[in-house]
């Protein structure tokens, strides 16, 4: 009969995309304070919380589903949701609390997914910024946003404000009601002073819907 483990000596070789699906979820497990033994609960911890439909829809999806794609490497609904709980409790250890705003200022990585998830579970307003622009640019945003937190990797381009150049893990509660701001989006300032736009719940879980609506979606499809 064939054992269930091999040693170093007699291991079947890895392929180059085993290889790298191994590096992506080590450096998965990193982003989301994970650890080889650490059991994901099957609600991620959310359920402790959140009871807004827009994360009652996240949390029906079983945690064993794949959720997201990175780099070669799937991440399912339950790793997300612990990324998440787990980047509101370091939020909350950064001195953020529900309702304070956090500008995200990140280009596309696991730190951005789980910087979003760690404000919507803390129940902090999320400020995204684009990650091109200048502090000419960024300038008259910050004095409007006037957030808790900068989360980027380009600290200089924020004088005077609290930075922080990776997200890390914790654990905190969330707390925030249905009718709160859960974005403050900010529109481009091409032709004057760029204005910040709130985005209730409500509203999210309403355009989502009519997404879903207008674009056939379903859960067995997968989009870029």
Same mark, same amino acid.
């Given at each position: 009969?064939?054992?269930?483990?091999?040693? +170093?000596?007699?291991?079947?070789?890895?392929?180059?995309?085993?290889?790298?699906?191994?590096?992506?979820?080590?450096?998965?497990?990193?982003?989301? *304070?994970?650890?080889?033994d650490?059991?994901? &609960? +099957?609600?991620?911890?959310?359920?402790?919380?959140?009871?807004?439909?827009?994360?009652?829809?996240?949390?029906?999806?079983?945690a064993s589903?794949?959720?997201?794609? %990175? !780099?070669?490497? !799937?991440? /399912?609904? *339950?790793?997300?949701?612990?990324?998440g709980?787990?980047?509101? *409790? %370091?939020?909350?250890?950064?001195?953020?609390?529900?309702? !304070?705003?956090?500008?995200?200022?990140?280009?596309?990585?696991?730190?951005l997914?789980?910087?979003?998830?760690?404000?919507?579970?803390?129940?902090?307003?999320?400020? &995204?910024?684009?990650?091109?622009?200048?502090?000419?640019?960024?300038?008259?945003?910050?004095?409007?946003?006037?957030?808790?937190?900068?989360? /980027?990797?380009? &600290?200089?381009?924020f004088?005077?404000?609290?930075?922080? /150049?990776?997200?890390?893990?914790?654990?905190?509660? *969330?707390?925030?009601?249905?009718?709160?701001?859960?974005?403050?989006l900010?529109t481009?300032?091409?032709t004057g002073?760029?204005?910040?736009?709130?985005?209730?719940?409500?509203? %999210?879980?309403?355009?989502?819907?009519?997404?879903?609506?207008?674009?056939?979606?379903?859960?067995?499809?997968?989009?870029?």
């Open positions: 009969m064939a054992t269930a483990t091999a040693t +170093a000596a007699h291991a079947p070789p890895t392929t180059r995309n085993q290889r790298k699906s191994r590096r992506g979820r080590e450096g998965f497990a990193i982003a989301a *304070g994970l650890t080889q650490t059991a994901i &609960p +099957a609600d991620g911890g959310y359920g402790r919380a959140v009871r807004h439909p827009f994360f009652e829809a996240f949390l029906s999806h079983p589903r794949v959720a997201l794609t %990175w !780099d070669g490497v !799937d991440l /399912t609904f *339950g790793e997300l949701r612990t990324m709980e787990r980047a509101a *409790g %370091w939020l909350r250890l950064r001195g953020v609390e529900p309702g !304070d705003r956090v500008c995200i200022h990140l280009e596309n990585s696991l730190d997914v789980a910087a979003h998830l760690g404000c919507m579970a803390l129940g902090a307003i999320r400020v &995204p910024l684009n990650a091109h622009y200048r502090r000419v640019e960024l300038a008259p945003i910050l004095e409007d946003a006037q957030p808790r937190l900068v989360i /980027t990797r380009t &600290p200089t381009l004088p005077g404000e609290a930075v922080a /150049t990776e997200v890390g893990a914790g654990s905190a509660q *969330g707390d925030w009601s249905e009718d709160g701001v859960t974005a403050l900010f481009s300032g091409t002073r760029a204005k910040g736009v709130p985005q209730t719940w409500d509203m %999210w879980t309403h355009n989502l819907r009519a997404l879903e609506a207008r674009w056939s979606l379903s859960p067995d499809e997968r989009h870029i």
